[in-house]
C-alpha cells in the first residue's frame, strides 16, 4: 500500500504523438495517483526527428523540457512530462548508446526534474538492399514486424512505420532501397520498455523530498570526479562522489560512490 503523495489525483499533461503515456501512467498512478494524459494538438516533431526532416535545434533534454511544458499549456495542467531519446556511438565508433531522457514539470512548485536512463542499443545502421530477400535480412535484424522501419527509396521518398513488406517491395520496383529503424516510441517496442522503466524511476525520485524544504524530487543533479589511485593516492578522473541536489531550494550534498579508490590503470601519475 503506497503512502500518500504530494500529487495524489492530480493529472500530469505529456507532450506526445507518439502513446508515450502508455508507458508513463502505470508507475505513476502507482506510486503517485497521477493519470497522465497525452495532448492532441502539440507537435512534438517541431524539436527533431528521428529521420532528419527536421534537425533538433536543442539538446536533449531541453527538448524533454519543451514538450512537457507545451503540454502543460494546451491541456492547462500544473504537471507536464515530456521525454526525448538519442543514439549515438560514445567517442564516434563501438555500439551505440540508448539515452532516454524524461522531464517533468511541476508549475504551481516552479521545478523540473529530469531523470536519464542509459544502455548499450543493439540497432543496426542504416543498410542498403536491392532484392526482396536482402530486404527480409535486414528487417528481421530490426526487429521487424514488430519494431517499425524506415524506408527511403532511390528517389527520395521516405516511409515510416513500415510493418508490412508491401511498401519494401513497391519501392524496390524502382531501385535500391535503404532500411533502418524507426524509433519512435510507438513504433519500438524496446524503447517502450526503456520508457517504462524510466517512468518508474521517476516516480521513485519523486517520493523522496528534499531535507531543507520538503520539496519533491530530490535526487542526483550531478557527480564529482577525484577517487584517489589505489596504488599512489593521486586525484584521478573516475568519479568519487554522487551530488544529490533540490530542484527548489540551493541544497546539497556529496554521497560517496561504493568505490572509493580507483584503479592504478586510471591513474596519470602511475601512467604519464
Known amino acids: 500500500m503506497r503512502t500518500e503523495s504530494p500529487y495524489d489525483g492530480m493529472t500530469a499533461a505529456v507532450g506526445t504523438l507518439h502513446g508515450k503515456e502508455r508507458q508513463l501512467e502505470p508507475a505513476l498512478r502507482r506510486w503517485h495517483g497521477v493519470r497522465v494524459v497525452a495532448t492532441r494538438e502539440v507537435n512534438t516533431d517541431q524539436w527533431g526527428t ?28 500544473s504537471l507536464g512530462i515530456g521525454t526525448e531519446a538519442s543514439f549515438a556511438s560514445v567517442l564516434g565508433f563501438g555500439p551505440p548508446v540508448h539515452e532516454e531522457i524524461v522531464v517533468f514539470v511541476d508549475r504551481a512548485r516552479g ?47 521516405v516511409v515510416k512505420g513500415v510493418q508490412t513488406f508491401e511498401p519494401v517491395s513497391r519501392m524496390l520496383s524502382t531501385g535500391r532501397v535503404t532500411i533502418e529503424a524507426d524509433l519512435r516510441a510507438h513504433m519500438n517496442p524496446t524503447r517502450q520498455r526503456v ?29 564529482e570526479r577525484g577517487a584517489p589511485c589505489a596504488a599512489c593516492g593521486t586525484p584521478t578522473h573516475v568519479m568519487r562522489a554522487d551530488v544529490w541536489g533540490c530542484a527548489s531550494c540551493p541544497h546539497r550534498e556529496e554521497v560517496a560512490r561504493r568505490a572509493r579508490t580507483a584503479d592504478p590503470g586510471r591513474c596519470d601519475a602511475c601512467n604519464p
Open 50 to 77: 528521428f529521420t532528419g526532416e527536421r534537425p533538433r535545434q536543442v539538446a536533449p533534454a531541453e527538448a524533454a523540457r519543451l514538450k512537457a511544458e507545451a503540454a502543460t499549456d494546451e491541456l492547462g495542467a
Open 111 to 157: 521545478i523540473h526534474i529530469t531523470e536519464t536512463h542509459r544502455r548499450f542499443s543493439h540497432v543496426p545502421p542504416p543498410r542498403t538492399a536491392a532484392t526482396p530477400a536482402e530486404a527480409r535480412v535486414l528487417l528481421s535484424a530490426l526487429g521487424y514486424p514488430s519494431h517499425g522501419a524506415v524506408i527511403r527509396g532511390s528517389r527520395g521518398e
Open 195 to 223: 520508457i517504462r522503466r524510466l517512468a518508474w524511476r521517476l516516480s521513485a525520485r519523486l517520493r523522496c523530498q528534499c531535507p531543507a524544504c520538503g520539496t519533491p524530487g530530490y535526487g542526483i543533479v550531478g557527480s
